[in-house]
């Protein structure tokens, strides 16, 4: 009996060629894995294609709530940026299909897990550090980073193991989708000075196409996280397909994005996120309602380094844990409502409310009916500016001494 191997399986040409490829060089039958993340694949129809290459067996999850709650949630209560511009979402997704990858080879007794990321990019971290860290016990296989093929290669072993190539001929980019966003390269992306085709979209208008009338919507959060849409409770999943669908059709969530990948190479990324676009800046807004000038200012750092330890692949090191432990404290008071404008590519918030806001009319007034004493900021202005009023002093002596 051959050992097994389990594949991550998009049901792509790279890993349609993997299933072949470890059967032939490693001698292994290949269990296939394929997630429905919300990336609106037929996962029917890539179960039979798997099969019909030889594949042993197939797994089709449907992980869309867990991606939600324990992933892309962290991510909101993170405002999770790379690089302030990427909302993570194809980095989100490795982890969980890794944790799913390591527990079917449990379950199938295999010796490894294999994946279809190349040498070049950041996948191939995410998936092998998640994997060696939850069972250092299995092989890793990465077929792509060790075939050395080419395309025309590639396309040509394809033919002569009769892998369909019908989706694959005349494709201009290499694309990732699930719940959270939809990640675009390669063609015409990869000149970061040529303004990317409308034919590289799919999930948002262009601006100019959207509605002459702008689109208003409530975004109502508890403890951090969105709960409800213009009133409507939602669970996490359906709130961020029907926000997708919203704010993609007035242009929003168009990203293209010169990227420092992990491995050193700057990449131009081209992605669409109108859902996560117009989540995050909401719950941003909300904290700085509800949180003092001090954790605002310390928890920028925190999820700047949230964010980068998920891109860089590291979802499973202790510090993401420390750090939520930081996040989670603070979103004991993010409740309360934001109300948003969607228009022409712009998601932009017009007002919000919390019962834990720290806004106090009565100080921030101009009107009559203040209750700030004016009286006391001179003190306060001549305290807060000495160190620097002292400094300015010192350094006007010491040029007339040198003069």
Known sequence: MKEVVVLAYSGGLDTSVAIKWIQEKYGFDVVTLTLD?????????????????????????????????????????????????????????????????????????AVG???????????????????????????????????GLSREEELEYAKRHGIPLSEELGKTFSVDKNLWGRSVEGGPLEDPGAEPPEAAFEWTRG?????????????????????SLNGERRGLVGLISELNALAGSHGVGRIDHLEDRLVGIKSRELYE??????????????????????????????????????YYGLWVDPLREDLEGFIER???????????????????????????????????????E??????????????????SKVANAIRRRAEKIGA
């Not at 203040?370 to 160190?387: A, C, K, N, Y």
């Open 113 to 147: 897990v294999a994946h279809g990321s190349t040498g070049k990019g950041n996948d191939q971290v995410r998936f092998e550090v998640t994997v060696r860290a939850l069972d250092p016990s299995l092989k890793i296989i990465a077929p792509i980073r060790e075939w």
């Open 330 to 368: 603070t979103q004991e008071r993010v409740s309360g409502i934001v109300r948003m404008r969607l228009y022409k590519g712009n998601a932009s918030v017009v007002g919000r409310s919390s019962p834990f806001s720290l806004y106090d009319l009565s100080l921030a007034t101009y009107g009559l």
């Open 273 to 310: 996120c109108p859902a996560a676009v117009a989540i995050l800046e909401a719950h941003s807004d909300l904290e700085k309602a509800v949180l003092t000038r001090h954790e605002l200012e310390f928890k920028q750092l925190v999820d700047s380094a949230w964010s980068r330890l998920v």
């Open 370 to 387: 203040t209750r700030f004493d004016q009286r006391l900021s001179e003190g306060f202005v001549e305290i807060w500016g000495l160190p």
């Open 37 to 109: 993340l919300g990336q609106g694949s037929d996962l029917r129809l890539i179960e039979e294609k798997a099969l019909k290459l030889g594949a042993l067996r197939h797994y089709s999850i449907d992980a869309k709530e867990e991606f939600a709650s324990e992933y892309i949630a962290r991510a909101i209560k993170a405002n999770a940026l790379y690089e302030g511009k990427y909302p993570l979402s194809t980095a989100l997704s490795r982890p969980l299909i890794s944790k799913k990858l390591v527990e079917v080879a449990w379950r199938e007794g």
């Open 207 to 227: 601006p100019e196409k959207a509605p002459d009338s702008p689109a208003h919507l409530e975004i109502g959060f508890e403890g951090g996280l969105p709960v």
